[in-house]
């Protein structure tokens, strides 16, 4: 489907389909050539998998025009629901957003006790914050129920043909448990992610979206993850960024690996990953350490239910979860130093004898922190 002069770097692109309303993240290469600049379409317009009709394009009222102009002629982007960039117009008129500063690193916490229990009443003296070892001063703290972006990425690969159907009540189930003003995406995929359903926080277009089933193929897993969080990144109105990922078995078929999706996802405005690894003779121990780190490395947690019936109740424990955090922010100074950084938060209240901080173990430094 790509041409042989295509790079290897990885951009996403929303690709609609020749069969109407249908909507792809496909993974478009950057192009060395000089016809990148010319106008019209690309030539992968078309729907690669022949995939039954995807769900309308989403209202105007959910697609936000870039705030400064494309660099790119318009007639070389889809029409309908464009995928915005990240600008820096959106300033502090928000209600939970931080005072914008170059350097100021933010962190979305996650506490709990000895016996694995949420606590939630630790003020901003609870909390210690390190950067490769070195203590940073706490400049902003939060403890408040903020509304989110998700990303629902579920696997519809052939082995979850059976599943789906308590995987969705599941989903919608977190849905209806969540802030009522969280902007939400559905991506359904095997080889290709399909984006479903654009930010919205109409559950009735989020469940048309879940159902947007075709369970074949086999599973990019780590495309899926890497575009998703992309697409989160491009979401300017949210600060606080989630992904849900569920899945039965093991990446495939990703050009992307698990260390590029690891490195992807700590990136400065990388997600809070969560993860549903359903145990069946698919899911490998590789295929769970992958999961795993996906979660562990950005604050998130992986789950391994032993029946479908227990789904339900981790996407209720996960809606939890997100509405339970703490949100800190430091400033590192100009000092930062290349590679990655490694972070640390700590937490103590006096009616614990240890408390465990979930966040992102890192970030990689080269752009705007916020």
Do not use: C
Request: no cysteine; hydrophobic share 35%.
């Amino acid at each position: 489907m790509f041409s042989s002069y295509l790079l290897r770097s990885v951009k996403l692109a929303v690709l609609a389909a020749v069969a109407g309303s249908s909507w792809v993240i496909g993974f478009a290469q950057s192009v060395s050539s000089p016809q990148d600049s010319a106008p019209g379409p690309p030539a992968a317009y078309d729907n690669p998998l022949a995939l039954p009709p995807r769900t309308s394009p989403p209202p105007p009222s959910v697609q936000q025009p870039s705030a400064e102009p494309a660099e790119q002629p318009q007639s070389q982007q889809p029409s309908g629901n464009s995928i915005t960039p990240i600008t820096g117009g959106a300033e502090d008129q928000g209600r939970f957003v931080f005072k914008k500063q170059v350097q100021e690193v933010a962190l979305h916490a996650t506490v709990v006790d000895e016996m694995g229990r949420l606590v939630t009443g630790l003020d901003r003296s609870a909390f210690s914050v390190y950067q490769n070892g070195q203590p940073e001063s706490i400049t902003s703290f939060r403890r408040e129920d903020v509304p989110v972006a998700i990303g629902i990425v579920i696997d519809n690969s052939g082995s979850m043909r059976d599943k789906r159907g308590k995987v969705n009540q599941a989903v919608l189930n977190l849905i209806r448990a969540s802030n009522p003003q969280d902007e939400v995406f559905v991506v359904n995929f095997s080889q290709t992610p399909y984006l479903d359903q654009d930010f919205t926080s109409d559950v009735n277009l989020l469940q048309t979206a879940l159902h947007q089933t075709s369970s074949r193929g086999s599973t990019a897993l780590y495309d899926a993850v890497v575009a998703s969080n992309v697409h989160l990144r491009n979401n300017p109105r949210l600060d606080k960024k989630v992904l849900l990922v569920i899945t039965d078995g093991q990446d495939n078929m990703s050009r992307e690996t698990l260390q590029d999706a690891m490195r992807k996802l700590q990136s400065n405005k990388g997600a809070t990953l969560y993860a549903i690894g359903l145990a069946d003779e698919g899911m490998t121990r590789s295929a769970r350490e992958a999961l795993q780190n996906l979660a562990a490395s950005t604050g998130g947690v992986a789950y391994f239910p032993q029946s479908l019936d227990e789904v339900d109740a981790i996407t209720r424990t996960v809606a939890h979860d997100i509405r339970s955090q703490y949100t800190l922010a430091y400033n590192p100074g100009p000092a930062i130093g290349n590679g990655y950084q490694r972070i640390r938060v700590e937490a103590k209240g006096q009616a614990h004898t240890h408390l465990t901080v979930r966040t992102r173990s890192g970030y990689y430094p080269g752009e705007k922190l916020r």
